[in-house]
């Protein structure tokens, strides 16, 4: 590029991707002639979508998972030891162990059940769904079994903000599922799944007052209903939303992603 006063060598162009990793500058002024060299590194995300699935590995969280206590109001320690026994630890000291004979599901969250400020821990293990409370003390009704194995959850809602969890949850088949705590599905739940693995919970995303999910597996990122059923995203090919894709909400009706073709598209929900 010639200018007046200065040359500038910029490269490469590659395969028609826009690609920049140095710049040379030859500058003049009334005394000198000065020479830079400018190296800048950018990331290229153009690339072929994967027409099968290579990495099929859901990560699941070991804890120790971190929760309030109600009757301290310090954080707490809830987790698992060797022998799976459920123990809580506050500022490095057990207060108390009791038996368990599965593993966590990765997730365990304080909610607060009764509505009285006195917080219970939520947790999955094998096909059920348990409620402890700060002493180690199961609560009554729980645990509550959903009839199928559990992935990776639950994942617990307060969506009026009146106490009255629901809680999704990714099982062993490949689905994810909302329950109250009851392990009621809501009659107007329609499931979640994919052709391929689902990799992780839903992320929930507010759109013009309306709340959507954002599921990640592990070809793509698809955007569900709040109550599932059919996704709202339809892109093919090398359009497909990429698995890592930032989920950004624009002009409050519509979400931007980055697709594998590199380009940035809008979707709709309005």
């Known amino acids: 590029i010639f200018t007046k006063d200065a040359l500038s060598v910029i490269g490469p162009y590659v395969d028609g991707i826009d690609y920049c990793p140095f710049v040379f500058r030859v500058t003049k002024d009334k005394k000198n002639t000065v020479l830079r060299a400018q190296f800048a590194r950018t990331e290229v995300k153009r690339t072929k979508a994967p027409e099968k699935e290579r990495d099929t590995t859901v990560v699941i969280p070991e804890g120790p ?18 022998h799976l026994s459920l123990c809580l630890k506050q500022d490095g000291k057990d207060l108390w162990a009791i038996p368990c004979k599965e593993k966590i599901c990765g997730y365990a969250e304080t909610i607060d059940y009764f509505a009285n400020g006195k917080l219970q ?8 769904l348990y409620l402890i409370d700060r002493l180690g003390r199961f609560v009554g009704g729980f645990p509550v079994d959903l009839g199928k194995p ?16 629901n809680a999704l949850v990714l099982h062993k088949d490949n689905t994810i599922e909302m329950y109250s705590l009851k392990g009621r599905k809501p009659e107007a739940w329609k499931g979640i799944t994919a ?4 990799k992780a ?21 698809l955007i569900f209903p709040f109550y599932g059923g059919t996704p709202v995203t339809t892109f093919e090919g090398d359009k497909k939303i990429r698995p890592d894709s930032p989920v950004t909400v624009i002009d409050g009706a519509s979400l931007e992603v980055e697709c594998y073709d590199g380009q940035k598209r809008t979707v709709k929900l309005k």
């Open 65 to 82: 998972y971190v929760v309030k206590n109600s009757g301290t109001g310090k954080m707490n320690e809830f987790y698992q030891n060797s």
């Open 121 to 128: 821990i939520l947790f999955g293990a094998g096909s059920k």
């Open 150 to 165: 559990i992935l990776l959850g639950p994942k617990p809602y307060d969506f009026n903000g009146v106490h009255k969890y």
């Open 195 to 198: 052709d391929e693995t689902i």
């Open 201 to 221: 919970l839903p992320e929930k995303v507010e759109v013009a007052g309306k709340s959507y999910w954002v599921v990640r597996t592990s070809i793509q990122t």
